[in-house]
């Protein structure tokens, strides 16, 4: 039977493109390109390619500008749409971060987190003008993370107080709309935030 579908067609490519050597060069050019946008160290064991503009990124490991771990991800999945490229945006109708580390910390009280280089890569106004970059993202969902946020310059509790200054929280899973981040618009929303949150013990 004759396959109409767009679908059917991709399948030879989508089969190509998986190949384990393919996924592994595909993670090598991934880690490369994301590198010079961001200017940090990062790696990616490799990339699997699916249909219907899926991608899902294996092992990935992203530093801050300060050389610390900021993001340590087994799997890293997103549904795009393709058309959207075509315009020069970025439209990502689902990434999920699966099994991730990740490390948030303030080094000074009138300093940015170590996270705002990531922002900044994506809202920064050239002297060309603004930012082409437009990121679109329905959906951001985090299962099984470990999330730690740290502000250097604030001592530690004692005991095993809390304090929203030194946050250790494990088996998170949330679910963050980002409905729309171009270089002037920042629109979030967040529901079914669920951690489990580990008492910090002062030293």
């Not at 963050?176 to 979030?188: D, G, N, P, Q, R």
Request: hydrophobic residues 35%; aromatic residues 6%.
């Amino acid at each position: 039977m004759e396959c109409r579908h767009l679908h059917c067609a991709l399948h030879p490519l989508v089969f190509a493109l998986n190949n384990t050597r393919v996924q592994t060069e595909l993670g090598h050019l991934a880690e490369q390109e994301l590198g010079e946008i961001l200017h940090t160290k990062v790696t990616i064991g490799r990339v699997e390619v699916g249909l219907l503009n899926s991608i899902s990124l294996h092992d990935v490991k992203l530093q801050d500008q300060e050389d610390k771990d900021l993001l340590n991800s087994k799997l890293i999945f997103a549904k795009l749409q393709i058309r959207s490229l075509l315009q020069g945006k970025i439209y990502l109708r689902n990434i999920a971060l699966l099994d991730a580390d990740i490390h948030i910390y303030k080094s000074r009280p009138d300093g940015p987190t170590n996270l705002q280089f990531i922002i900044d890569a994506f809202s920064s106004k050239k002297s060309t003008g603004p930012s082409k970059t437009d990121l679109r993202i329905n959906s951001l969902i985090v299962r099984r993370g470990n999330v730690t946020y740290d502000e250097w310059y604030r001592p530690r509790p004692v005991g095993r107080r809390f304090s929203p200054h030194h946050i250790d929280l494990s088996d998170v899973d949330a679910n963050l709309t980002l409905k729309h981040f171009t270089h002037t618009t920042v629109s979030t929303s967040a529901s079914a935030i669920l951690p489990l949150a580990k008492p910090v013990v002062g030293k």
